[in-house]
């Protein structure tokens, strides 16, 4: 079966930090281009962190740059994303996704319709005092 499955969300005080894990299974992720997604309630899924899969070249959006990092591990076919200094906004359900024929996910839209290949099921993050 092919999937992804994200794991390591949970409740963390603002300043704290998370590890989110993603497991492939079924493919494998070194031909994909990988990314993290979140989404708040009441608003659209945006993308956060990519990984390309033709240089490993990563790109973050403003609102996460310097206090995220995405990684791949290929012995274990997983993603992770590294969440320091979390913020009240960092509030979200977060999913991982991958794309065989992309080479980044950097430009995804759910409101045009971006399609992509595997969603992960998502990972709740609260940040709260």
Known sequence: QLQ?????GSLVQPGGSL???CAASGFS????????FRQAPGKEREVISTL???????WYT??????FTI???????AVYLQMNNLKYEDTAVYYC????????????SESEGTKV????????VTVSS
Do not use: H, I, M, P
């Open 117 to 124: 290949d595997y969603w992960g099921q998502g990972t709740q």
């Open 52 to 58: 390309s899969s033709s240089d490993g070249y990563t």
């Open 97 to 108: 996704a991958a794309d065989r024929f992309r080479t980044t996910l950097r430009y995804y």
């Open 4 to 8: 992804l499955v994200e794991s390591g």
């Open 29 to 36: 992720l070194d031909a994909y281009a990988v990314g993290w």
């Open 62 to 67: 403003d609102r996460v740059k310097g206090r």
């Open 19 to 21: 590890r989110l894990s």
């Open 71 to 77: 990684s791949r591990d290929s012995a274990k076919n």
